[in-house]
């Protein structure tokens, strides 16, 4: 099963390595999803189930797609981490990229313009693909149908 995700006209230099991975994902968990031509929105959730405010880890990772004609388009990539103190600890964004809004942002610094995070964005699909390679993360697959 392979997921027509387009990339034209994406300010963001997606790999087909990304990509690849998210049809892999798909196909992995195809037989508990609803069927995809009612589709709107395939959300995929990679975490590690080791990872915790106490012992650090790998950030879990959240890719929202849109339907878009025949295809999906990106919706977000967030990278979320922990943050607080004590009692008050809590999965907050550490980094997103807003296709929608055409901002990233990152914790405690100034939203920006995806086109000034290329570099960056770079990076961090660079050390995304990475990890995943490596197997340290566990992945949810999840769709929405348009009426949901």
């Known amino acids: 099963m392979s997921l027509p995700i387009l990339t034209d006209g994406l300010v963001l230099p997606v790999s087909n ?3 690849q991975i998210l ?3 798909l196909t992995r968990h195809a037989s508990g999803l609803k069927p995809l031509h009612e589709a709107s929105a395939i959300t995929f959730n990679f975490r590690d189930p080791d990872y915790s405010a106490k012992r650090g880890g790998y950030h879990p990772v959240e890719i929202r797609l849109s339907r878009s004609g025949d295809g999906f388009r990106f ?6 981490s922990y943050v607080g103190a004590g009692w008050d600890i809590e999965l907050a964004k550490e980094i997103d990229f807003d296709i929608h809004a055409d901002c990233c942002e990152v914790r405690f610094c100034r939203p920006v313009p995806l086109r000034a995070a290329v570099d960056f ?3 961090f699909q660079d050390n995304f693909v990475a990890y995943y390679q490596l197997g340290v993360f566990t992945v949810e697959v999840s769709v929405e ?4």
């Open 121 to 123: 964005f770079t990076t």
């Open 75 to 80: 919706d977000y990539l967030t990278d979320f």
């Open 145 to 148: 149908k348009a009426d949901e």
């Open 23 to 25: 049809n892999d994902e």
């Open 17 to 19: 390595v990304l990509i």
